[in-house]
């Protein structure tokens, strides 16, 4: 697991809605709690009940026959896992940190719309992450967005914001669709331009979060950053 320092002034190049706490929910007695590494539901089983992220980290995949897989999204605390069409599920859903599920009956048509919204325009996003981004980019983006998602204040008298990364290079690579090389190599040429500092792979300060959100959007290149 990846852990991001923003500093609270650089707080800004983040959504506001980023900022603020997930869920203001609390641990009821039908909570599910599950490991790292466990499977939540699997792709071509049967529609797995619509559960709300309370806690943790869950990665969204589809795997094609020969065992290749993409992982379409990260989900963080807020968001529901399970929905869609269909009498089965299009895609696997995995924990990559310890996660609390909290089953959802019938969901609200306000919630379920803004659920849905949200979903189209992670996937328009992520589609053109693909299909247009270059490596640089695509780090950038998953550091940002996961930086927002799982964002942690400080007890520091500093004030600082900390982020939790819990995809492995190799999960940011399957997300991302790019080598574990090049995802870890991307780090390195974020590191030496002055965007993040880590003292190793697993604790990293985020230096100047407005600059990597420019490279993120294709508005400046590494070597400008």
């Not at 869950?58 to 605390?77: E, T």
């Not at 991307?186 to 985020?206: D, M, N, Q, W, Y």
Request: charged share 25%; hydrophobic share 40%; aromatic share 4%.
């Amino acid at each position: 697991m990846l852990q991001f320092t923003l500093k609270a002034a650089d707080a800004r190049a983040l959504p506001p809605h980023l900022l603020s706490d997930k869920t203001g929910r609390r641990h009821g007695a039908n909570a599910l709690h599950l490991p790292p590494r466990s499977t939540v539901f699997l792709q071509g089983y049967g529609r797995a009940p619509q559960y709300r992220v309370l806690d943790g980290c869950v990665a969204l995949s589809q795997s094609l026959p020969d065992g290749r897989r993409q992982i379409i999204d990260m989900v963080g605390p807020g968001r529901l896992l399970g929905i869609g069409a269909g009498e089965r599920n299009r895609c696997s859903a995995d924990t990559l940190s310890y996660v609390t599920l909290e089953p959802v009956g019938e969901v609200d048509h306000r919630d379920l719309e803004q659920a849905l919204e949200e979903m189209v325009l992670r996937a328009q996003a992520h589609a053109t992450l693909l299909g247009r981004k270059t490596a640089p980019e695509r780090v950038a983006s998953a550091i940002l967005d996961l930086a927002g998602q799982f964002v942690r204040p400080s007890r520091s008298k500093r004030e600082a914001v900390c982020f939790n990364l819990h995809p492995t290079r190799g999960e940011l690579a399957d997300w991302l669709g790019l080598t574990v090389e090049t995802v870890s190599r991307c780090f390195t040429r974020l590191k030496r331009a002055g965007l993040i500092e880590f003292s190793h792979p697993e604790i990293v300060t985020l230096l100047q979060p407005a600059a990597l959100a420019d490279i993120a959007a294709g508005t400046r290149t590494l070597t400008q950053a």
